[in-house]
Antibody, heavy 114, light 109 residues
């Protein structure tokens, strides 16, 4: 099971940290990812982190602004989002495994607006 | 970037009928193709991976086929719970990226 939190309304240029609590599987054995969904662009992969944290990948549009990380002891996945833009407005999902995504969390809404 | 194009955008089908959804890749993705179902207000759910392998708990009426650039999701006999949006996703060039299609909405005719 994956449960996201941390979404909300933020002004352009602001920051937000999303969290994802993982349970029911051996968290440290899996890659983890963030995927977002907007009405206009549909589903978009955002970032992924290797099971040991040694590799991280980002979609070009968030490179340098977003940072994915994980807490092995707490079984948490994070997405630190800085310099937020209107186009980052979306529902953000955490998901296991960057090949095919399964399972997904329920999502958390991020709205970037003044 | 590999672009995934789904067709049709909307598919109107009567319950009990067969539905055939298409997904085309801008370049070959081999068999590295997954399908998801999404209902309103819910997260996507994995249906199929590796082009044709059903995920755990997915009914046999869902089947996937294809290779290279052309893929198909078939729902053999639509049930009421199958009316939803379906997305394809390629993972052939992971890392560093995966890409999704824009979705096909299956609606009641």
């Amino acid at each position: 099971q994956l449960v996201e939190s941390g979404g909300g309304l933020v002004q352009p240029g602001g920051s937000l940290r999303l969290s994802c609590a993982a349970s029911g599987f051996t968290f440290n054995n899996y890659w983890m990812s963030w995927v977002r969904q907007t009405p206009g662009k549909g589903l978009e992969w955002v970032a992924s982190i290797k099971h040991d944290g040694s590799e991280k990948y980002y979609v070009d549009s968030v490179k340098g602004r977003f940072t994915i990380s994980r807490d092995f002891a707490k079984n948490f996945l994070y997405l630190q989002m800085n310099s937020l833009r209107a186009e980052d407005t979306a529902v953000y999902y955490c998901a296991r495994d960057p090949n095919w995504f399964d399972p997904w969390g329920q999502g958390t809404l991020v709205t970037v607006s003044s | 970037e590999i672009v995934m194009t789904q067709s049709p955008v909307t598919l109107s089908v009567s319950p009990g009928e067969r539905a055939t959804l298409s997904c085309r890749a801008s370049q070959s993705v081999g068999s590295y193709l997954a399908w998801y179902q999404q209902k309103p207000g819910q997260a996507p759910r994995l249906l199929i991976y590796g082009t044709s392998t059903r995920a755990t708990g997915i009914p046999a009426r869902f089947s996937g086929s294809g290779s290279g650039t052309e893929f198909t999701l078939t729902i053999s006999s639509l049930q009421s719970e199958d009316f939803a949006v379906y997305y394809c996703q390629q993972y052939s060039n992971w890392p560093p990226a995966v890409t999704f299609g824009q979705g096909t909405k299956v609606e009641i005719k």
